[in-house]
């Protein structure tokens, strides 16, 4: 049984950009969400997806990041025009459905680094 | 604004020394408190779910425990392998799914 995959592990762009992270959740798993952990920092939650559909995005920035989840294939991260202080590692987590009173199970994270 | 703090910030002990770490929080509606463990380089690995304050949880050399401003993290006769960052995280009852809030951390380190 899978756990959840996240691709490329590691990711090294320059400033001005593209970044693209993809996410599979667990199987049986249809809610993803997106974190960030920036050095010596905590993990902090950027959006919360469903099939198809945005339900949080509260902890998104406003402009350059984008995320969606389509009805098929992984859920992607988008960074357009990256700058060096997106450099972090990205991770995404899998819940069931009933996600409200079910824990989140965590990928090993892409760790992106701006030059 | 919800806020959740470890302490300490790191923490050594001797393999077989007992101790606990310290997670307090401040939310408005606890739906629930989590501990993961992570690795470095790894992602987050679940450890235990509280609901409700005088819940305790426990795996192998490890007890949780959860009062209404604070969990606990007791950690039994340690061993190397129990070496690692053990975060608490909290889920607000007004958030949907599984948004959660986490401390910094508590990096742990067993010597033999």
């Known amino acids: 049984n899978a756990g959840v995959m996240q691709n490329p592990r590691h990711l090294v762009r320059r400033r001005g950009q593209e970044a693209r992270l993809r996410c599979s959740p667990m199987?049986?798993?249809?809610?993803v969400y997106w974190y960030r952990q920036l050095p010596e920092e905590g993990l902090k939650f950027m959006v919360y997806?469903?099939?198809?559909?945005?339900?949080?995005e509260s902890g998104m920035p406003k402009e350059r990041f984008s995320a969606e989840f389509p009805k098929e294939g992984p859920s992607i991260l988008r960074i357009q025009q990256v700058v060096r202080g997106d450099s972090a590692a990205y991770f995404c987590?899998?819940?069931?459905?009933?996600?409200?009173?079910?824990?989140?199970?965590f990928g090993n994270g892409t760790r992106l680094t701006v030059t | 604004e919800d806020q959740v703090t470890q302490s300490p910030e790191a923490l050594r002990l001797q393999e077989g020394e007992s101790s606990s770490l310290n997670c307090s929080y401040t939310?408005?509606?606890?739906?629930?408190l989590f501990w993961y463990r992570q690795d470095p380089g790894k992602g987050p690995e679940f450890l235990f779910t509280l609901y409700s304050a005088g819940e305790e949880k426990e795996k192998e050399r490890l007890k949780a425990t959860l009062t209404k401003k604070e969990s606990f993290l007791h950690i039994t006769a340690p061993k190397p392998e129990d070496s690692a960052t053990y975060l608490c995280?909290?889920?607000?009852?007004?958030?949907?799914?599984?948004?959660?809030?986490f401390g910094q951390g508590t990096e742990l380190s067993v010597k033999p």
């Open positions: 995280a909290v889920q607000a009852m007004r958030n949907q799914g599984g948004k959660l809030i």
């Open positions: 987590a899998s819940s069931t459905r009933d996600a409200n009173n079910s824990p989140l199970h």
């Open positions: 939310v408005s509606g606890l739906r629930g």
């Open positions: 199987k049986g798993h249809s809610h």
């Open positions: 997806l469903q099939k198809e559909n945005i339900i949080d």
